[in-house]
C-alpha cells in the first residue's frame, strides 16, 4: 500500500482525515504545526497520544527530498540545490540572499513539456509534475541545509507552475498558512510562459501573490518560434488574459523579457513592447539570456540591453535589468539536472 503523504494535504484536508480517524479536529493543528517544523517521523510529534501517532504511521508518511549535490558561488554566495525525489527524479532549486531577505526559486515539475528555445529545462520534455509536498520541501530543505531563513519564493524553476495548477494551488495555501511556513501571499511570484486558461483560473483565486509572465518578444510570430505555448495561446489572446487579471486582481504584473542577441534586442521591439503594454499596471524584467550548450542562442551585449532599457524608459514603463546572480556555478534552473542526468547514462 502506498501511503498518502500528509504534507499533501490542505489543512482543511488533514483536519477531515484526522475527524475520519476518529479524533478530534483540533489534533489537525497539531499535526499541522509538527509537519512545518520539520518533524521527519510521526515519533517526533511528542503531544500527540501514542495510539494517534501509531494510526498516522500505519497509514501516512511524511514526503522529504534528498540533497543529491549543492553548488555554492563564490561570487555572492547564491546556492544552487540538486534535489533527489523518492523516485529518484532530479529538480534544482535556488537559494538567493537580498537586501529584502534571502529568496529561494523552486521547481514545480520534473522536465517541462512548454518547449521554450532558449531554456534548459525543457530538453527531454516533462517527466511528471511535483506533488505539493515535494514542492513545499524544496524550501524547508533549503532552510535546514543552509540555516538561512527564507523570506520569498518565486516559482521559476524547472517546469510550468499552470501546468500543474491543482498541486501548485496547495502548495500556495500551504506555505502561507499561518501554522504552514506563513509566508505571506505579496512575497511569492509565479511565473508562467502564458498559459492563458491557467491565468484566467489563477484569476479566480485573487490570490495577492505577483504573476510573472515569460514574453520574450511582442512579436507574434517571433514569439511563436521562440515559445511553442504561443501557437496555442497567441498573443493577442495572451493580452486580453493579462488584462482580464489585471481588472480581476489590481496587482501589477511582472513581464520577463530575455534579451536575446539579434532575436528580440533590437529597438523596433523595445517600441512594440511599450506600445502593447501601454497604460497598463506592469514591471518590465530585462534578463540576459543564459548560455545553453544545446541552443544557439547569445545573450545580448550590455550596450544593446542599456538602450533597450532607455527605450522602455522614455516610452513610460517600469524597467530593469534582472541582477546576476551564482554565475560561476551556472545558477539558472535546468542546467545542473541536465549534467548530473547525462554522467548517469
Not at 532552510?143 to 495548477?165: A, H, R, T
Not at 513592447?273 to 497604460?279: D, E, N, P, V
Not at 545553453?292 to 542562442?297: G, K, N, P, Q
Request: with cysteine; glycine share 6%.
Amino acid at each position: 500500500m502506498v501511503k498518502a503523504d500528509l504534507k499533501d494535504m490542505t489543512f482543511k484536508e488533514l483536519e477531515d482525515t484526522v475527524i475520519s480517524l476518529g479524533e478530534k479536529p483540533f489534533r489537525a493543528k497539531q499535526i499541522f504545526k509538527w509537519i512545518y517544523r520539520g518533524a521527519k517521523t510521526f515519533s517526533d510529534m511528542t503531544d500527540l497520544s501514542k495510539d494517534l501517532r501509531e494510526k498516522l504511521a500505519e497509514n501516512f508518511t511524511i514526503g522529504h527530498l534528498e540533497v543529491e549535490r549543492k553548488l555554492v558561488s563564490k561570487i555572492d554566495g547564491t546556492i544552487k540545490y540538486l534535489f533527489r525525489l523518492k523516485d529518484g527524479n532530479l529538480i534544482e532549486s535556488v537559494l538567493m540572499s537580498y537586501k529584502h531577505g534571502n529568496t529561494i526559486c523552486v521547481s514545480s515539475q520534473v522536465g517541462c513539456r512548454m518547449g521554450c528555445r532558449f531554456c534548459a529545462s525543457t530538453i527531454g520534455g516533462l517527466i511528471r509534475s511535483l506533488t505539493p509536498s515535494e514542492i513545499i520541501d524544496q524550501i524547508m530543505k533549503a532552510e535546514e541545509d543552509s540555516g538561512q531563513k527564507i523570506s520569498n519564493i518565486v516559482m521559476m524553476g524547472i517546469g510550468e507552475p499552470l501546468d500543474n495548477f491543482d498541486n501548485v494551488l496547495k502548495f500556495l495555501k500551504n506555505v502561507n498558512h499561518k501554522d504552514g511556513l506563513n509566508i505571506g501571499y505579496r512575497h511569492i511570484s509565479l511565473s508562467t510562459c502564458g498559459v492563458v486558461d491557467g491565468i484566467y483560473a489563477l484569476a479566480k483565486e485573487n490570490l495577492p501573490i505577483t504573476l510573472s509572465i515569460s514574453l520574450h518578444s511582442p512579436f507574434d510570430e517571433k514569439r511563436r518560434q521562440l515559445m511553442p505555448v504561443d501557437v496555442k495561446y497567441p498573443l493577442p489572446q495572451l493580452m486580453v488574459a493579462l488584462k482580464d487579471y489585471l481588472a480581476v486582481t489590481g496587482r501589477r504584473i511582472s513581464v520577463e523579457y530575455a534579451m536575446i542577441h539579434g532575436e528580440n534586442d533590437t529597438p523596433e521591439c523595445a517600441k512594440e513592447l511599450a506600445k502593447l503594454f501601454s497604460g497598463m499596471l506592469v514591471h518590465i524584467n530585462l534578463i540576459p539570456v543564459n548560455d545553453v550548450a544545446e541552443r544557439d542562442f547569445v545573450r545580448s551585449n550590455a550596450q544593446n540591453i542599456r538602450k533597450f532599457q532607455d527605450t522602455l524608459s522614455k516610452l513610460g514603463l517600469s524597467v530593469t535589468v534582472r541582477r546576476e546572480l551564482g554565475s560561476d556555478i551556472n545558477a539558472a534552473c535546468g542546467q545542473l539536472r541536465k549534467s548530473v542526468m547525462e554522467e548517469r547514462v
